[in-house]
């Protein structure tokens, strides 16, 4: 796990003394976690091992609040880490000063699909938040398989009530985790 670990960071460009290291286990299944802040990109690289299952899963979640980060680029130096099978998600995080309602969230939606020429597969709808699961023929990403349909773009907008803003997440080919 250990010389995973430093073939990652070496295609990604980091030294193991620029972030903190933790390892655990329980049973079976080992868990060997790195974070590191480095020029302001937030690293969280995660390698879980199954002894008894012998697979092994590589997690890498890249942060970057500066536009100028080529995460394509970390993306493809990835691919050189082999033999893996990598699969890669994307993110794109902002928020607006106001709540919106739900038609606004709806039509908000609908402005952010067109340049993607997003073709709504399913959506989500509740008091607070609006998802829109998508297929874009103009996105250069694999696509996901989703009740039968291809997706490769989600959307939300979530109002949060309580500091009276709005969330809006854009996801290629889906948002993973909390939003």
């Avoid at 536009?67 to 050189?80: C, H, I």
């Avoid at 952010?112 to 073709?119: S, T, Y």
């Avoid at 039968?148 to 709005?166: A, E, K, Y």
Wanted: charged share 25%; proline share 4%.
């Amino acid at each position: 796990m250990k010389d995973n670990l430093k073939t990652i960071l070496k295609s990604l460009c980091i030294t193991p003394a620029n972030g903190q290291t933790c390892f655990d286990r329980q049973g079976q299944i080992h868990k060997l976690n790195f974070t590191s802040l480095n020029k302001g990109i937030d690293y969280d690289i995660t390698i879980i091992s199954d002894s008894e299952a012998r697979i092994t899963d590589f997690i890498v979640c890249i942060k970057a609040d500066n536009s100028k980060v080529n995460l394509q680029e970390m993306d493809s130096r990835l691919k050189t880490v082999g033999p893996m099978e990598w699969k890669s998600y994307y993110l794109y995080a902002g928020k607006l000063p106001t709540p919106l309602n739900q038609a606004a969230q709806k039509e908000l939606i609908k402005v952010l699909l067109k340049p993607f020429q997003g073709q709504e597969i399913n959506n989500y709808v509740d008091e607070r938040m609006t998802v829109v699961t998508a297929f874009s023929p103009v996105l250069e990403i694999e696509s996901v398989e989703l009740a039968g349909h291809r997706s490769n773009l989600q959307v939300s907008v979530r109002r949060d009530s309580i500091t009276d803003v709005t969330y809006v997440y854009i996801g290629s080919p889906l948002i993973l985790g909390d939003y």
